[in-house]
Structure formats: structure tokens, C-alpha cells
Nanobody
């Protein structure tokens, strides 16, 4: 059974920060890469950040050094620290493995950035 529980979203102003957390079931967290995706208005879901078991991290081009992803393999959690947020970051943020399954997603957590 897949379980994904995201938290930490909220409303901030431009330039603000948020820290997202996700707890995943073992069948997700055993993957080499786990991380964050987002669904922003009018766009398809896109990868935000991934953390691999070998500590390599990958980020979407739009991140531009503003976010940091980390994983705790003992607690099955993955965290996304987001700084210098802008309105284009508004959306629902989800965690999952890479490549993401087609039909196993959590509820996500809403991030809203106002100008």
C-alpha cells in the first residue's frame, strides 16, 4: 500500500520561505530517488527536486538555487526547504519517487505566494 503524506504548505509573500515535509511508505522510499513535484496553475505536473540514495540531488531549472531537498532514510521522510519564493511557485506540491507512478499520489500541500 502506498502512503504519501505531505505537509508544511501555506501562504507567504514574495521572498518568503517555507519548509515542506513528506512521510512516505517504504515501498516508495526504497526507490533510489525520491523528491518533490508540483502542479502549478495551467501547467502539467513537474519535477521540483530529487534526492538520490548516493546523496546526489537534482532540481528543476526554475529552482535556480532557491530550494534544498533532503531525505532521512531512517524516518522515510523527504524535506524541501524553499527560500526566496515568488508568485510563480504557487501550486500544489507533492512528494513521490522517480520515476513517479501514474496513479499513486498523496493529497499534496498547497503553496501560495502573493506579490
Amino acid at each position: 500500500q502506498v502512503q504519501l503524506v505531505e505537509s508544511g504548505g501555506g501562504s507567504v509573500q514574495t521572498g518568503g520561505s517555507l519548509t515542506l515535509s513528506c512521510t512516505a511508505s517504504s515501498n516508495i522510499f526504497s526507490a533510489d530517488a525520491v523528491g518533490w513535484y508540483r502542479q502549478t496553475p495551467g501547467k502539467q505536473r513537474q519535477m521540483v527536486a530529487l534526492a538520490q540514495l548516493n546523496r546526489v540531488k537534482s532540481y528543476g531549472a526554475f529552482v535556480k538555487g532557491r530550494f534544498y531537498v533532503s531525505r532521512d532514510n531512517l524516518k522515510n521522510t523527504v524535506t524541501l526547504q524553499m527560500d526566496n519564493l515568488n508568485p510563480e511557485d504557487t501550486g500544489i506540491y507533492y512528494c513521490n519517487k522517480w520515476p513517479p507512478p501514474a496513479d499513486s499520489w498523496g493529497q499534496g500541500t498547497q503553496v501560495t505566494v502573493s506579490s
